[in-house]
């Protein structure tokens, strides 16, 4: 199993009031699955999206990753699984702008100490897997918003990451770049990619195999797709 996730809460104390964002979440999710989560605004998809990334910890309950107790680590810790085991793709890019799309891709090989020919192989072989070689050299002003959300997937992808976690991945683009987008992950995922996906469009979350719903912080339904 590489995700096991019981009795999981996430409570935020504003003022006097305690909010449970997350209200006791058991999921499990195996190596190769393409999940989405989905929920109303507010039904707490954001905050366990989080957690599964490692950007925030639990206030109760357990997240194993990997065989790896995540919720009481270390900041440097979970930095570490961030870097190493988890690729990100977010809605608004998050690309530097001055870099090119090669070096924008290699960020993460150079947060990880990659020496910079190694980096350099394995970030045009990430760029190669998206189909954007030839606009290696571009910088984020001269892609088209797919273009840019390519060179954001690409970098997610360059450390060999378990999961691949895509928050709103084609909340900024046309429904046929959105389209576009989304077959680049069907690949990923034929070829053996961990796939979490958060999204509100129901024509997205179709491309995944399986569609778990959050109400209210808990889960409200978890439905294997056929396709």
């Known amino acids: 199993m590489l995700i096991k996730v019981e009795g999981v809460k996430k409570i935020y104390e504003v003022g006097v009031q305690k909010i449970e964002a997350v209200a006791g979440v058991d999921l499990e999710i195996s190596k190769n699955e393409y999940v989405s989560i989905m929920g109303p605004s507010g039904s707490g998809k954001s905050t366990f999206m989080n957690i599964l990334g490692c950007l925030d910890t639990p206030s109760a309950g357990s997240y194993i990753l990997n065989d790896r107790e995540v919720s009481n680590l270390s900041d440097d810790d979970l930095a570490y699984i961030r870097n190493k085991e988890i690729g990100f793709v977010f809605q608004t890019f998050n690309l530097l702008p001055r870099a090119t799309a090669l070096q924008n891709v290699e960020l993460p090989l150079i947060y990880g100490g990659l020496p910079g020919e190694e980096r350099r192989k394995r970030a045009i072989e990430a760029l190669e897997s998206v189909g954007l070689m030839d606009r290696a050299t571009h910088k984020p002003n001269e892609l088209s918003g797919g273009q840019r959300q390519r060179v954001a997937i690409a970098r997610a992808l360059v450390n060999h990451p378990s999961i691949l976690l895509a928050d709103e991945p084609t909340g900024n683009l046309d429904s046929t770049t959105g389209e576009e987008i ?12 961990t796939i979490i996906m958060v999204t509100h469009e129901e ?14 912080g808990k889960i409200a339904s978890d439905t294997l797709i056929r396709h």
């Open 182 to 193: 989304m077959t680049i992950f069907n690949k990923l995922h034929a070829e053996g990619n």
């Open 203 to 216: 024509y997205i979350a179709e491309h995944s195999k399986r569609i778990v719903r959050l109400l209210d």
